[in-house]
Each structure stands twice: as C-alpha cells, then as structure tokens.
C-alpha cells in the first residue's frame, strides 16, 4: 500500500487521543497514556512529513474522579440527583481548566470523550462546558454507566435503553462524535446487530454528527465482526465518519519494538528513532493498511471522513458550527 492511499483516508487531524499534559505526566494507576501534548505533535509532525498537524485532545471526562475520587461518598442527606450533578461539575471544571491550559498549543484542539450515562443520552460534561470546547466526543462506558444507572444488568431491555440513549444523545447540539459505538462487554455485544444502530446513525446525519471508526484494533480479525457489519450500514446511511485513534500507548495496538517510556518534547526524536530501527513503525503500516482494507471493503467513502483531510475537516467543523 502506498502513501497516496494512507493520505486518502488519515490525511487530516488526529482524532481521539488521551495524552499527558507537558510537565504533568500523571500515574497510570487508571490508564496508561504514553504521549505529552507535545510529544504527540512533534512526533505526527515528523511521521506525516507535514508542516504542521492537528491533533484534539480529548481526555475522560471522569479520570480526575476516577483517579482520586474512587471512594467518593454520597452524602447522608444527599438525593442521587444531587450526587450525580456534583460530581459532573468537579469533572466538567476539571475538563475547563485543561482546556484553557491547552488553547494557546499551536496545533492541540480542545476536547473530552465524555461519558453516557443514562438511557436518556445524558453526558458527563455539563453543557457549558461542552460549549467551549473544540470537539466533543460522547461514548458508551460500561464501568461509569453501572455506576450512573446503579445497574450491571446485561439484558435487551439494556440494550434498548443503550439505542435509547444513543438516539437521545443525537439531538445534542454539543456533542460532534459519537464514540466507539459497540464497544461492549462480549455478553451485551452479542446482542447487537449493526442493522440496530441504522436510525440513531439516520438522525445523526440529519445533524452532521460523526460516528467513530476506532482504528486502535485490527478491526479485520474475528471478534470485530458487529464493527463491520455497523461500518456497512454508516456506508449505507452516509452518515459521517470520524476515524479515531483513541490513542492510549502504542503498545495497545500490539506492534512490535514499541519504545518503553513516555513520549515527551524532550524524547520524542530519539522515540522516533527507536520506532524506525524496532520495525514499529512499519507494524504500525501494516496494521493501519488492514484496516484501510476494510474501510473500502465496507463501502464508506473517504469522502465523508471528517478527517480524511484537513479540507474535509475544516468543512464538516464549519457546518457543524453554523
Ligand atoms: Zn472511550
Ligand atoms: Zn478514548
């Protein structure tokens, strides 16, 4: 596969990514990122031959709680409702300062992957805020939905409630992407067709919003079976397609020779050069050429990629904002 065919389909922003702040590398007691902010745009800067890149950061919205606020108590007096309403507002501050904090980056677009929280399409990050940020990405989460709905229940009537919230969650006018849509425990993933998702993906193109291909798994081999058959009815739909990279650590995607450490302003040439001599970067090709395989398979357009090129992007965000 040549580079004319990667730039057709990744030659826009990078979307999806958790990463460290410069100077702020937090425990990967939660999660484990490997990039700073910096490190991730040098780094793309040098892999795309580009000038300059985009990348939005778009970091949980719940990870400052989940991180320090595991055991959070609710109050004796305190409604459920109230309870839930404040720990959105701690996280949705949290989300704020991060983002003023990020803006003045030259290439860093604000963001969250907020989480749905209920049947109704609720989200984690207050409106507000969700308003200031550049790109809003929504998605499904098992462990915060549990702990929002009080309920592990795996049943169809879990199911209905999930395409409940997903149709619910496409009249929000702040969320621009719906994230790894089918990204279940097995047990609630065999409930699903992709044929279910056709009217929520139906409204969302009424409204421009995106639905996320997530290339962090080879999306080719056996188990991702739902997300092709739910690529087949977006092609169908027309519904616009964000490719994500929900970019963690390399070592996520299965490659081989992935530099240890994380990836900073300071290290990331000589991470690069690591990448070149381990055959990382050519793992990495080959990986994202499987998948490049599939998407044309599947008949999505490369066309109605939101970041297949900074054109795209630029004229889906303007249509978005209008
Ligand atoms: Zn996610
Ligand atoms: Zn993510």
């Known amino acids: 596969m040549n580079r004319e065919t990667f730039s057709k389909w990744f030659g826009g922003p990078l979307l999806h990514t958790h990463l460290h702040q410069e100077g702020r590398i937090v425990n990967p007691d939660v ?19 580009r000038s300059s890149v985009l990348i939005t950061d778009t970091s949980h919205a719940m990870i400052e709680i989940y991180r320090h606020h595991q055991d959070w108590l609710q109050g004796p007096e305190e409604t459920d409702q109230a309870f839930s309403r404040r720990k959105i507002d701690f996280a949705s501050g949290d989300i704020l300062r991060r983002s003023q904090e990020s803006r003045p980056i030259s290439g860093i677009l604000t963001g969250v992957e907020t989480d749905i929280l209920n049947e109704r399409g609720k989200v984690s990050t207050s409106a507000e805020v969700m308003k200031k940020l550049d790109i809003v990405i929504a998605s ?23 395409l409940s919230a997903y149709f619910q969650l496409a009249d929000n006018p702040h969320v621009d992407i719906l994230g790894h849509p089918t990204v279940f425990p097995n047990e609630l993933k065999a409930l699903f067709r992709g044929e279910d ?12 919003m995106a639905m996320e ?43 081989t020779g992935v530099y240890p450490d994380y990836i900073t302003q300071e290290n990331w040439s000589q991470a690069f050069s690591h990448h070149q001599s381990s055959g990382c970067h050519f793992s990495l090709f080959r990986f994202m050429a499987r998948n490049i395989r599939l998407l044309e398979s599947t008949g999505i357009n490369p066309d109605n990629v939101i970041n297949s090129s900074y054109e795209n992007f630029t004229a889906w965000s303007t249509r978005r904002k209008l």
């Open 31 to 49: 999660e484990l990122y490997q990039f700073t902010q910096l490190g991730a745009l040098s780094y793309l800067t040098r892999l795309t031959g």
């Open 197 to 208: 998702l056709r009217p929520v993906l139906e409204k969302m193109k009424r409204h421009d």
């Open 213 to 255: 291909v997530n290339i962090s798994v080879d999306s080719t081999s056996p188990e991702f079976s739902l997300e092709r058959d739910l690529m087949v009815v977006a092609g169908q739909v027309g519904v616009p397609i964000a490719i994500g990279s929900d970019l963690h650590h390399l070592k996520d995607y299965q490659l």
């Open 140 to 162: 499904f989460h098992w462990r915060t939905w549990k702990k929002f709905t009080g309920s592990d229940e795996i049943s169809e009537t879990t199911k209905a409630k999930i």
